[in-house]
């Protein structure tokens, strides 16, 4: 049976073929040319929160169903977030375009899309639906699509977020000119989770590049333990998700890993 990423990366090839007869990449690429500028990312010396709207997760099963997600974003941007990252995979997190969508016109935060994209022309199919960065996934991407991904992001003022699992990951990302790299915790093949994995794995991001640290980060403790290891940001989104009001929660974390400096 195909692991779970593979599986992911398969629906995504099929989306973009229903996608591509609907509108042309020459197409596509002009709406997303027309777009205005993306709005910036800026994570600072500060430890900053990727706060994340996902309606469910395999891992988790359903979190919200029914959600506001243009509401979503304004508490995230109140609570004191840096970026909004929006599921768009449909199957298994319940997510949508429209979702994206509604979440760049609810925030004055930049949008990131979060997908298990495939293909470069989901990068302009991003941005012409209001995404001002996207997440790349280094195993479904071979070197050259990881490039010529990272190329289109930045022709379209778009931050793009390289994920990696392990050393290869990582090293495939930088020599791709990956600027900003996360490091997921959850082995997104079998979904076991990992903690010691952003310990092991944080050396090998070079200085000049910033680091995320993704999934599996929960408490006060492991938020405070990947801002110590020298992590630029932690992507949260299902300690979020299970929360009607995500603020306190949000607030709580961040306020404690200020605390402690």
Same mark, same amino acid.
């Given at each position: %049976?195909?692991?779970? +990423? ?10 973009? !073929? ?10 596509? @690429?002009?709406?997303?040319?027309? %777009? ?19 309606? *469910? =997760?395999?891992? *988790? ?8 997600? =243009? ?20 199957? @298994? ?18 949008? %990131? ?19 001002? !960065?996207?997440? +790349? ?63 092991? +794995? ?30 630029? *940001?932690?992507?949260?989104?299902? =300690? +979020? ?17 200020? *605390?402690?400096?």
């Amino acid at each position: %049976m195909p692991d779970f +990423l593979d599986q992911m990366a398969r629906s995504s090839a099929d989306r973009l !073929g229903v996608a591509r007869q609907v509108t042309t990449e020459s197409d596509m @690429r002009r709406a997303a040319e027309s %777009m205005p500028p993306a709005r910036e990312l800026r994570l600072g010396n500060d430890f900053g929160v990727i706060a994340e709207v996902k309606r *469910a =997760a395999p891992s *988790a099963g359903v979190l919200r169903a029914e959600v506001d997600v =243009a509401e979503r974003a304004r508490q995230y941007e109140q609570a004191g977030a840096k970026v909004v990252s929006v599921l768009t995979e449909p199957d @298994r997190f319940g997510g949508s375009l429209i979702d994206l969508r509604s979440a760049s016109a609810g925030t004055s935060l930049p949008v %990131m899309r979060k997908d298990f994209l495939v293909d470069p022309y989901q990068i302009y199919e991003t941005r012409a639906n209001g995404a001002d !960065g996207v997440l +790349l996934i280094t195993a479904v991407l071979d070197d050259s699509t990881l490039r010529e991904s990272l190329s289109v992001a930045a022709y379209l003022g778009m931050f793009a977020l390289v994920e990696a699992f392990n050393e290869l990951d990582i090293e495939r990302a930088q020599v791709a000119g990956a600027e900003l790299i996360g490091v997921n915790c959850r082995n997104l093949r079998d979904l076991s989770v990992d903690f010691k994995r952003f310990k092991d +794995l944080r050396d090998l991001i070079d200085p000049d590049r910033r680091a995320v640290a993704e999934s599996g980060i929960n408490t006060r403790e492991e938020f405070r333990e990947v801002e110590s290891l020298g992590y630029h *940001a932690a992507l949260i989104g299902s =300690a +979020l998700m299970r929360e009607e009001d995500p603020t306190a929660t949000l607030q709580r974390l961040r306020g404690e890993c200020e *605390a402690s400096r």
